[in-house]
């Protein structure tokens, strides 16, 4: 018996533009993929020169983190909310 582990994040690599927001993507992949684009902004805050970008870095990782809880805890409710606030990061 040979068992291969779904990967949840294989639509990242098989789509390379991203994910479409439409009917066919569903809530959690959607979420996945901006707590994703949001660490990528993370990474640029921190690389701030004299820490001028921690606070906007703190910030985004506390939503994240939030985030994922939401995922972990599949409560749907917050999942649409963290989406919506990450969405919205820039």
Do not use: H, W
Request: glycine content about 4%; proline content about 4%; some cysteine.
């Amino acid at each position: 018996m040979n068992f291969t582990p779904l990967d949840p994040l294989d639509f990242l690599s098989k789509n390379p533009q991203g994910v479409k927001s439409d009917a066919q993507a569903d809530l959690v992949q959607l979420l996945l993929y901006e707590i994703i684009r949001v660490k990528d902004i993370i990474k640029y805050y921190e690389s701030i020169p004299n820490g001028a970008g921690q606070l906007g870095a703190s910030i985004l990782n506390e939503l994240v983190s939030e985030a994922y809880n939401s995922l972990v805890n599949y409560d749907t409710v917050l999942m649409k909310k963290y989406y919506d606030l990450l969405l919205n990061c820039d």
